[in-house]
């Protein structure tokens, strides 16, 4: 494919982002459904209920690794194409499981096809994207995941009110006929896949790109924070009396996350990654902060955009970073260490957090994510300190 020197806004960038949203309105509307439906309709005890996310991160996170690999040997076409295939099919089981064992079963299997899809999707829209522009552009694209955070929730809270499980099922399953019907107008780039011809023996190298895993474990610490958010919210909200207003919380940070991306993703390009990460780092703590003192609507909104201009500018920056850190033919690599990583976070945190929740409560979860996050802005710190010094060597040894 060939690539434009400056436009971003492609057809075919479009597309990749719109398959990236549903794929992610998908995974986070099951995320946020699922342990309320199998308590409801399948009688399991809220233990049991964890599995339903635990299967599914543990498949993604057991397979990520190998993902690199898969696209090596397959390409980006055609892996994205049967990644969405099997992801779309596996939705629609959900629709008529109703043994507990066997919705396990297809958690785990949903999970293999996530983890793929997610890795060979942002792959694509790296390569089409001006290198120019990355922080830019990568920035755009993972509104897509990050306005999916939002909808997923929102949509499967409101419509399971009106509307059966099964119903909401079918739905979603319907928007993955359509994320399929997309794969076919995504075209790849052929310069991205030069390089060594994959061999079949899986090496180290095939599964982590060790350049990418500084950043990708900043990427875990934050996912660890930020993962108190995504389990424990709807519950946190639900004890202070404001179950009603989780909905405009994810309204609220979504609002301050879309109205930032623009300037934070041109910031990146032009000043830096520090410009960026820095900043929201502070804000992300703070708003974990002032979510940990809520007792009213009008705090908890004002938790939810410090964290939406926090947060929401903190992934894409890591992403961008992690792609950069390798070769253009490590791309998929690259990205698959950091999911690798960010996916661990988010899965260690919720077990970590909930653990904290039953004992100490959610104030003190709040707080210990906070200073997870204040934490995480050191290791950056050390993380940017060694990155400069190589690039300053490099340079030197260039002068000589």
Known sequence: MQKSTHNIWTKPFLMALSNNFFVFLVFYSL???????????????????????????????????????????????????????????????????SDFNLLIALRFFHGIWFSIASTVLVAIAADMIPEHRKGEGLGYFAMSMNLAVVAGPFLSLALVQFIPYTSLFLLLASMMVAAFILTFGIQTSSAAASGPKASRRITAKDLIEVRAMPIAFVGFLTAFAYSGIMSFISVYAKSVGLFESVSLFFVVFAAAMLLSRPY?????????????????????????????????????????????????????????????????????????????????????????????????????????????????????????????????????????
């Open 31 to 97: 995320l946020t459904v699922l342990p309320v439906y199998v308590i409801d309709e399948l009688q399991v005890s809220k233990a049991q209920a964890g599995l339903v996310t635990t299967m599914f991160l543990i498949s993604a996170i057991i397979v990520r690794p190998f993902s690199g690999k898969i696209i090596d040997a397959l390409g980006k076409k055609k892996t994205l194409m049967i990644s969405v295939f099997f992801f779309g099919a596996s939705s629609f089981f959900y629709f008529v499981i």
């Open 264 to 400: 934070t993703g041109r910031l990146f390009d032009k000043k830096g990654p520090d410009s960026v990460i820095y900043p929201s780092l502070i804000i992300f703590a703070i708003g974990l902060a002032v979510l940990s003192i809520t007792q009213s609507t009008i705090v908890l909104l004002a938790a939810g955009a410090l964290i939406g201009l926090g947060y929401g500018a903190l992934l894409p920056s890591y992403q961008t970073m992690a792609i950069q850190s390798s070769p253009r033919e490590r791309t998929s690599h690259s990205t698959a260490t950091f999911f690798i990583f960010y996916d661990l976070g988010i899965a260690v945190g919720s077990v970590v957090l909930g653990m904290i929740s039953g004992g100490l409560g959610f104030t003190s979860l709040y707080l210990l994510s906070g200073a997870v996050v204040l934490v995480t802005l050191f290791v950056y710190r050390y993380h940017s300190v060694l990155a400069g010094k190589k690039r300053s060597g490099a340079r030197e040894a260039l002068e000589l």
